[in-house]
């Protein structure tokens, strides 16, 4: 999956945080000195923050234990760097053609959270890892879904809104990965451990929690699913009570994996969902509610351009006192689809939501300090590159020095403002016609980039694919070979190879033909790939010959997966013209068990599938001591 990776620095520095969290944490910083805690609280609402401080934490770290838990992660980064990261967050752009229109961003942040709090709940009760690496990982879990959306806005937007029933097999389909291998190496480059974050790629779906074979591994899996499935539940009724079919499907696993009941389960639920509905205020501001232009009632009159971006005009946001004559004709007259606030707070929830070119701000309507809200706004990444316009009373050249060091780029006198502001508005323009230029090449250059991603991968994905049976090739069966061996002498799981050889395939291609020898190849392949099961890997290794490589099985099981594919053969009819084709196979196995490298166990699998040849064909031989056995 190294693919994925080449789309990480895009994505992971990226990805955009909930508004409702962005303007939280600049309440927090624009009050008192936010304590640490308070940050760090609201940190862990935002995948996408909770993210980058790990990553920045775990860089900070390199020789010591990786940072999994939020909270530490926020303590060994300080206060200061916290709030510099926490406020220079992306957020969802407002401009429709950058945003992935089906996908739900607030909602995603808070049923993300609700799974990370269920999770933390859960290994409270249960020792299967520290609740705060849970919770992290939880809220990580689903983070490629995140990276798609925001990195393929277009292409997501038509996969979600896409008739397949599947998100994984269309997303693998589209791009030649799938969101949770994206969540995956996001969270490796977070500094997530891998026993942490390969459990969470399995999350999603029971079939897949049942894969994971190693026992701690599978009690994580386990957890992480438990947690995504009732936080579905919890995230639709927003209510508290379980319900019997989410607990039914449930209460096994937990059994088995976390050894609790329902009960207990049932408790764990309720706990998580209250505090999980007690921070949905956090979300419910800007995103339920939209604070945007048309929501506040005392300003919808008097604003008619409320929605200035509609029109592709340039956006002004104007703090002001209600006593002051608003400045909506200057601005228009200057080109700027205007919109304006009396009050301070408004008027940051709306620049989040809209992210102007222009603000105008009555230094008589800023509630504290002047400078320490220039300095807020400046440390945001949408308020880096607005232009900002200052209105004051008399404020001779000291004293507006260290306003223009705060950030503001003019400095206007409030008898001036009505009569000299549209004059003087030009540098504002051409900063916003900058800003638009440059982000349209950025997008386009992205876009390229991250389409050559998917050409790559796609041709990559072709690379290690048989054309003619759609099975792995040569080269991918000796890659996942390779995985296997070395996983093996590592203490893993054990390999076994089966090597098949159709037999006389060349009097099917003399008598019946290429074509009809394509098609008998093509339905081999097709018949035998229902017969291997999960672990095992079924490739083409050449002509009329192919490989099947075991993983965690001894050599009595090989011979029982050797024989049903030896019957699934027989059973094979290809109608060719007049005539129906039929074929049989030789297998010749071997166990890692018997080798001391993956050529030696190759070379033994060859040398028993020989025998089977010179044993008359349609055979499965193994070696057993010096001698070749037939099953
Ligand atoms: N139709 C078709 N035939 C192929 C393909 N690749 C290899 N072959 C043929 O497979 C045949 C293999 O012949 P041999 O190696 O003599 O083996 P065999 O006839 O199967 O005999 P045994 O293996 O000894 O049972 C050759 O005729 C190849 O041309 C292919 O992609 N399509």
Same mark, same amino acid.
């Given at each position: 999956?190294?693919?994925?990776?080449?789309?990480?620095?895009?994505?992971?520095?990226?990805?955009?945080?909930?508004?409702?969290?962005?303007?939280?944490?600049?309440?927090?910083?624009?009050?008192?000195?936010?304590?640490?805690?308070?940050?760090?609280?609201?940190?862990?609402?935002?995948?996408?923050?909770?993210?980058?401080?790990?990553?920045?934490?775990?860089?900070?770290?390199?020789?010591?234990?990786?940072?999994?838990?939020?909270?530490?992660?926020?303590?060994?980064?300080?206060?200061?760097?916290?709030?510099?990261?926490?406020?220079?967050?992306?957020?969802?752009?407002?401009?429709?053609?950058?945003?992935?229109?089906?996908?739900?961003?607030?909602?995603?942040?808070?049923?993300?959270?609700?799974? #990370?709090?269920? *999770?933390?709940?859960?290994? !409270? =009760?249960?020792?299967? %890892?520290?609740?705060? @690496?849970?919770?992290?990982?939880? $809220?990580?879990?689903?983070?490629?879904?995140?990276?798609?959306?925001?990195?393929?806005?277009?292409?997501?937007?038509?996969?979600?809104?896409?008739?397949?029933?599947?998100?994984?097999?269309?997303?693998?389909?589209?791009?030649?990965?799938?969101?949770?291998?994206?969540?995956?190496?996001?969270?490796?480059?977070?500094?997530?451990?891998?026993?942490?974050?390969?459990?969470?790629?399995?999350?999603?779906?029971?079939?897949?929690?049942?894969?994971?074979?190693?026992?701690?591994?599978?009690?994580?899996?386990?957890?992480?699913?438990?947690?995504?499935?009732?936080?579905?539940?919890?995230?639709?009724?927003?209510?508290?009570?379980?319900?019997?079919?989410?607990?039914?499907?449930?209460?096994?696993? #937990?059994?088995? *994996?976390?050894?609790?009941? !329902? =009960?207990?389960?049932? %408790?764990?639920?309720? @706990?998580?969902?209250?505090?999980? $509905?007690?921070?949905?205020?956090?979300?419910?501001?800007?995103?339920?509610?939209?604070?945007?232009?048309?929501?506040?009632?005392?300003?919808?009159?008097?604003?008619?351009?409320?929605?200035?971006?509609?029109?592709?005009?340039?956006?002004?946001?104007?703090?002001?006192?209600?006593?002051?004559?608003?400045?909506?004709?200057?601005?228009?007259?200057?080109?700027?689809?205007?919109?304006?606030?009396?009050?301070?707070?408004?008027?940051?929830?709306?620049?989040?939501?809209?992210?102007?070119?222009?603000?105008?701000?009555?230094?008589?309507?800023?509630?504290?300090?002047?400078?320490?809200?220039?300095?807020?706004?400046?440390?945001?990444?949408?308020?880096?590159?607005?232009?900002?316009?200052?209105?004051?009373?008399?404020?001779?050249?000291?004293?507006?020095?260290?306003?223009? %060091?705060?950030?503001? @780029?003019?400095?206007?006198?409030?008898?001036?403002?009505?009569?000299?502001?549209?004059?003087?508005?030009?540098?504002?323009?051409?900063?916003?016609?900058?800003?638009?230029?440059?982000?349209?090449?950025?997008?386009?250059?992205?876009?390229?980039?991250?389409?050559?991603?998917?050409?790559?991968?796609?041709?990559?994905?072709?690379?290690?694919?048989?054309?003619?049976?759609?099975?792995?090739?040569?080269?991918?069966?000796?890659?996942?070979?390779?995985?296997?061996?070395?996983?093996?002498?590592?203490?893993?799981?054990?390999?076994?190879?089966?090597?098949?050889?159709?037999?006389?395939?060349?009097?099917?291609?003399?008598?019946?033909?290429?074509?009809?020898?394509?098609?008998?190849?093509?339905?081999?392949?097709?018949?035998?790939?229902?017969?291997?099961?999960?672990?095992?890997?079924?490739?083409?290794?050449?002509?009329?010959?192919?490989?099947?490589?075991?993983?965690?099985?001894?050599?009595?099981?090989?011979?029982?997966?050797?024989?049903?594919?030896?019957?699934?053969?027989?059973?094979?009819?290809?109608?060719?013209?007049?005539?129906?084709?039929?074929?049989?196979?030789?297998?010749?196995?071997?166990?890692?068990?018997?080798?001391?490298?993956?050529?030696?166990?190759?070379?033994?699998?060859?040398?028993?599938?020989?025998?089977?040849?010179?044993?008359?064909?349609?055979?499965?031989?193994?070696?057993?001591?010096?001698?070749?056995?037939?099953?």
């Amino acid at each position: 999956m190294d693919q994925s990776r080449l789309i990480l620095k895009d994505a992971a520095d990226e990805l955009p945080s909930p508004n409702g969290v962005a303007l939280a944490i600049m309440q927090l910083w624009n009050s008192d000195t936010p304590s640490i805690t308070q940050i760090a609280r609201l940190v862990e609402t935002d995948p996408a923050l909770s993210g980058r401080l790990l990553r920045l934490a775990n860089a900070a770290s390199r020789a010591g234990r990786p940072v999994v838990s939020i909270r530490e992660a926020v303590a060994r980064l300080g206060l200061e760097t916290v709030k510099q990261v926490a406020v220079a967050f992306s957020l969802v752009d407002p401009e429709q053609e950058r945003q992935c229109e089906a996908f739900d961003y607030a909602g995603f942040a808070s049923h993300s959270l609700l799974v #990370a709090m269920l *999770a933390r709940q859960l290994a !409270s =009760q249960s020792n299967t %890892a520290p609740p705060e @690496d849970l919770f992290a990982c939880a $809220l990580l879990a689903r983070v490629g879904c995140l990276a798609l959306a925001t990195v393929y806005p277009q292409e997501y937007t038509q996969i979600l809104t896409g008739s397949s029933p599947s998100l994984v097999a269309e997303e693998r389909h589209r791009f030649g990965f799938d969101h949770n291998d994206l969540s995956y190496e996001l969270m490796r480059d977070y500094g997530v451990p891998e026993p942490l974050a390969r459990p969470a790629v399995h999350h999603e779906s029971l079939d897949r929690v049942g894969d994971v074979a190693d026992g701690r591994r599978f009690r994580i899996a386990a957890l992480l699913h438990i947690a995504y499935r009732l936080a579905n539940q919890g995230f639709q009724t927003r209510d508290a009570a379980l319900d019997d079919e989410t607990l039914d499907r449930v209460t096994a696993l #937990a059994h088995d *994996a976390l050894d609790m009941d !329902s =009960q207990r389960l049932r %408790a764990r639920f309720a @706990d998580a969902i209250n505090e999980w $509905l007690s921070w949905s205020q956090v979300f419910s501001l800007p995103e339920s509610h939209p604070v945007g232009p048309d929501s506040a009632p005392e300003t919808q009159a008097a604003d008619r351009h409320d929605d200035p971006h509609e029109d592709g005009r340039k956006r002004a946001l104007v703090l002001q006192t209600p006593s002051d004559p608003p400045l909506t004709e200057p601005l228009e007259a200057a080109g700027f689809g205007t919109c304006h606030r009396d009050d301070q707070e408004q008027m940051l929830r709306t620049a989040v939501e809209h992210q102007p070119d222009l603000l105008v701000i009555d230094q008589a309507a800023i509630t504290g300090s002047a400078e320490r809200l220039l300095r807020l706004i400046r440390s945001t990444e949408w308020g880096r590159a607005v232009y900002i316009v200052l209105i004051g009373d008399h404020l001779d050249e000291p004293a507006q020095a260290p306003l223009y %060091a705060a950030g503001i @780029d003019m400095y206007l006198e409030r008898e001036m403002a009505a009569e000299s502001l549209a004059d003087r508005l030009a540098p504002a323009h051409r900063l916003a016609e900058l800003k638009s230029l440059w982000l349209s090449d950025r997008r386009d250059l992205r876009r390229t980039a991250n389409q050559l991603v998917i050409s790559r991968r796609k041709f990559e994905t072709l690379s290690m694919t048989d054309t003619l049976t759609g099975l792995p090739n040569r080269r991918a069966g000796m890659a996942e070979l390779e995985r296997a061996w070395a996983q093996w002498s590592r203490g893993g799981p054990a390999v076994g190879i089966i090597a098949l050889d159709l037999d006389h395939f060349k009097r099917i291609n003399d008598h019946h033909g290429h074509a009809a020898g394509d098609r008998l190849l093509a339905e081999v392949a097709s018949v035998w790939s229902g017969v291997i099961r999960q672990g095992e890997t079924l490739c083409r290794s050449g002509g009329e010959e192919f490989l099947v490589i075991t993983t965690g099985i001894d050599l009595a099981a090989m011979k029982r997966i050797a024989v049903r594919l030896q019957q699934a053969t027989r059973d094979i009819t290809v109608p060719w013209r007049d005539s129906v084709i039929g074929i049989s196979v030789s297998m010749g196995l071997a166990h890692s068990n018997d080798a001391t490298d993956q050529e030696a166990l190759l070379n033994r699998a060859d040398k028993a599938l020989y025998a089977a040849k010179e044993g008359g064909r349609n055979r499965i031989c193994f070696r057993d001591n010096d001698t070749y056995l037939a099953v």
